[in-house]
């Protein structure tokens, strides 16, 4: 497309390297060289009369945006066969399915100055998607603006890399009647994290630095290397710190830090407040005694663990800790770092930890809803709790001194901290994930790096503890980024598995779904309000379900649930009555929804995490868990002895304390895992780089369990590298490292296999060939076909049903 209105436009791979970044332009000299020109004066003396037939082509200067390079391609056809084979690259690369693209998409102009253009939009019926639950979606949001259940919202859809669907509605700064938009400055707080672990695995990435997900946070932090444990019911002395904390844990949650108070918790904390631990260190924030990020992570260190680190995952000052360790590895603040790593290559420019006077109009007040005496089909009411331009907390020397990676280390004493951002940036940043590292030609993540932020980490930051949930949701995971939803049977209505994403505290919230190929975000600046990032996601998921199977009658925030609830025919509707008429019954619908949503809906894990009160994360002390044994108990002796004998794998797994959920939470265990429980003699889990844990077997490992082997390579215990085996070949083994994803041919008396699963976790296998790939066994092909007959039966129904002897 190299229309003079288009936003975005392919351009070939070969060519993309040779834009310069950050402006997306190419140099003149540059582009001579890839059309076949030895110099610009014989490119110009060729294409300047045929230019002169465009009524919108420019005249050639020193540097040419995408859309003028393509022009010049497709000028260059006939000319030279450097052009001919560029133009091929753009005019098959959609013939080639499943192969590696030959075109990325890049702005069509060059970017100058100033925010970044808005993501280019298209209409939802060229991407799969029904227009009509869109449009009603819109309706609602314009509606609950009305009503102040927020201030002003700005929310968008992307499917297929296009934004099918934009809406900003209410106001930026409700007192000044200034409108929403997609360039308002939102307050991140806890969306921050996304920003501070993708920068922290950009480091990751550089193998010469020597950085591992499972090193001990003391190796950068010395202060975390004596940590105690809040003592347990009934006892005053603090526990020993059974294991270290690791970056894995900090990413993760899983650390056996806690969190301090939010927004409307009370202060001072009254006796067993869940924060109390961090009222010191609060106070000493706020006076100012601490005001550097190496200062407060330094004091936090002094002050005793919520719980043993990898037993549970709790939402903690984690990523304030990871911040801080960026910036030890790095050698520069917090704020340089993000903007080095992750703002400037992705153009965020009005992502960043302070905002500038010049541009304080555009962050407004940062409000709460509060209804109005109980009446909940009355408009709210806004209180301001952080108010805008200049006086904002966010803008100028009225920022918060200490860097927080995690959002805001100063609630609820001082309403700052964190970063902030706009629609248009943020939107950039979910789009480079959702494209596995890669932004307009810009490779901020290698694509394996992103691969393995995306999965559910809480498993092997737990030493293999599968019923580790967040917020006890069965099946909710976390991932590098934010939640992430596993399938289970008793998963929260509305969740699709696969889904991540997070939200904040001040009311921002993303989701991506790699299934759906969908990306939502969704701002305001109201307060513990994100129901809307809810609404928007459940009409996009509606508006596919539409364009497949059709008009349906089912309620509009039905999602992934059986098609029994989506086989009735929408009924034809009365005759046409008065606009008014109809705008009325609307919304009265919306009305009616909106209060059975707030009856019935269960917060997520986003909503969860910012709001007041107690919190309902807190794990069971002793005596629950006594209690739940004895129900175990009773519950087991009700069995048959069939039953019994078939879930007797359940019970070793489930003794420890630590292993421990109520029955309603327990995740169910499959048969072939029940049947291989971890015995005596079996080796105990661990992270797979610990050096006082990992496993290493010998150098003399059969050929067939090195294979797909992850190991250790080199023989100094420093300089050992982490690799994957690819191929064996005698004496000889071929590896992909992790730190550079090349492969390398070492020695088989130089790898050290390291024992693991998918998440580096030793757990017994059964009924398994001796030549299976410990992690992904469909990408080794089978040698055997008798064995395939043998498995193909033993999966039959007619096999399955029929018990074992």
């Known amino acids: 497309d190299t229309s003079a209105g288009s936003s975005r436009v392919e351009v070939p791979v070969s060519a993309v390297q040779h834009f310069v970044q950050p402006q997306v332009h190419i140099t003149m000299g540059n582009a001579a060289k890839l059309l076949g020109f030895s110099n610009i004066e014989e490119m110009k003396k060729f294409v300047t009369p045929l230019l002169k037939q465009f009524d919108d ?15 010049l391609v497709c000028l260059c056809v006939g000319k030279t066969a450097a052009a001919r084979r560029l133009f091929e690259e753009l005019s098959t690369s959609w013939k080639s399915p499943g192969k590696e693209p030959k075109t990325k998409q890049l702005p069509a102009q060059p970017v100058t100055a100033g925010p970044v253009p808005a993501w280019p939009s298209c209409p939802p019926e060229s991407v799969g998607m029904e227009r009509e639950p869109l449009e009603r979606v819109r309706q609602y949001i314009q509606w609950r ?16 890399g296009s934004l099918v669907y934009y809406q900003d509605a209410g106001f930026q700064d409700a007192e000044r009647k200034i409108k929403m938009s997609n360039d308002t400055i939102i307050r991140l707080f806890s969306m921050t994290k996304c920003l501070v672990a993708a920068a922290f695995m950009t480091y990751l990435e550089e193998g010469h630095r020597n950085i591992d997900l499972d090193d001990p946070v003391s190796k950068y932090i010395p202060a975390f290397a004596s940590m105690t444990v809040l003592p347990k019911r009934g006892q005053k002395e603090n526990q020993p710190c059974e294991k270290v904390i690791t970056l894995r844990q900090l990413l993760t949650h899983t650390s056996g830090l806690g969190y301090g108070a939010t927004l409307d918790d009370p202060w001072p904390p009254v006796k067993g407040s869940y924060y109390k631990v961090y009222e010191e260190l609060s106070e000493a924030t706020k006076s100012g005694s601490i005001s550097t990020l190496e200062e407060w992570c330094n004091a936090l260190a002094k002050l005793p663990l919520k719980g043993q680190p990898g037993r549970y995952w709790d939402y903690s000052y984690s990523l304030d800790v990871l911040g801080r360790v960026l910036e030890v590895i790095s050698g520069k603040t917090l704020d340089v770092v993000v903007e080095e790593r992750i703002c400037g290559p992705l153009k965020m420019r009005d992502t960043k930890f302070k905002v500038s006077k010049e541009d304080a109009h555009r962050i407004g007040p940062w409000y709460k809803s509060v209804e109005i005496e109980g009446k909940a089909r009355e408009a709210h009411r806004l209180e301001i709790v952080d108010p805008g331009g200049e006086q904002s907390g966010w803008v100028g020397d009225n920022s918060s001194p200490i860097l927080s990676g995690g959002g805001t280390v100063e609630v609820p004493l001082a309403m700052k901290g964190g970063m902030v951002s706009t629609f248009n940036d943020y939107l950039r940043f979910l789009m480079m994930i959702k494209n596995f590292g890669e932004l307009d030609g810009v490779r901020v993540l290698q694509k394996e790096t992103v691969q393995n932020m995306i999965c559910n980490h809480i498993p092997v930051a737990c030493y293999g503890k599968r019923t580790a949930y967040v917020f006890d949701k069965p099946g909710l995971g976390y991932n590098c980024l934010g939640q992430i939803q596993g399938q289970h049977t008793k998963m929260d209505r509305g969740g699709y598995s696969g889904e991540y994403g997070w939200g904040g505290l001040a009311g921002p919230a993303w989701t991506i779904d790699p299934r759906s190929d969908l990306i939502i975000l969704s701002m305001t600046q109201t307060a513990f309000v994100l129901d809307h990032e809810e609404y928007v996601r459940y009409a996009a998921r509606r508006a596919i379900h539409q364009h497949i199977f059709g008009s349906v009658a089912a309620p509009s925030k039905a999602t992934s649930y059986a098609p029994e609830i989506f086989d009735i025919v929408q009924p034809k509707s009365a005759p046409a009555k008065q606009a008014a008429d109809e705008q009325v019954q609307l919304e009265q619908e919306f009305v009616q929804e909106f209060l059975v949503h707030k009856q019935n809906r269960v917060r997520g894990a986003k909503e969860r995490a910012i709001c007041p009160g107690p919190r309902l994360d807190r794990h069971p002390d002793e005596e629950e868990v006594r209690e739940y044994q004895r129900r175990a108990s009773s519950s087991r002796s009700n069995m048959s002895a069939e039953e019994e004998k078939e879930n007797a794998g359940n019970t070793a797994a489930s003794k420890g304390i630590d292993e421990m959920q109520p029955p309603s939470k327990r995740q169910k265990k499959g048969a072939k895992e029940a049947a291989s429980p971890k015995g005596k003699d079996q080796k105990e889990a661990s992270t797979p780089t610990s050096t006082s844990k990992t496993v ?27 690799a ?19 492969p390398l041919n070492v020695a088989v008396t130089d790898v050290f296999v390291i024992e693991e699963t998918q998440f580096g976790i030793p757990v017994p296998r059964s009924n398994s060939r001796s030549d299976d790939p410990k992690d992904f066994g469909h990408l080794l092909a089978s040698k055997d076909s008798a064995t395939d007959e043998k498995r193909t039966a033993a999966s039959s129904p007619k096999a399955a049903s029929s018990p074992k002897k």
């Open 57 to 71: 082509a420019e005249p050639l200067g020193a540097v040419v945006g995408a859309q003028a390079f393509n022009r």
């Open 145 to 160: 603006t009305r009503m102040k259940h927020f201030a002003g919202i700005a929310c968008g859809i992307v499917r297929n």
């Open 696 to 722: 290493l077997s010998s150098p003399g490992s059969e050929k067939q369990e090195l294979l797909f082997s992850r190991v250790a390579v080199g023989s100094d215990q420093d300089e050992r590298k982490k």
């Open 724 to 742: 994957r085996v690819t191929a064996v070949n005698g004496t000889s083994i071929e590896v992909i490292t992790e730190d550079t994803f090349r």
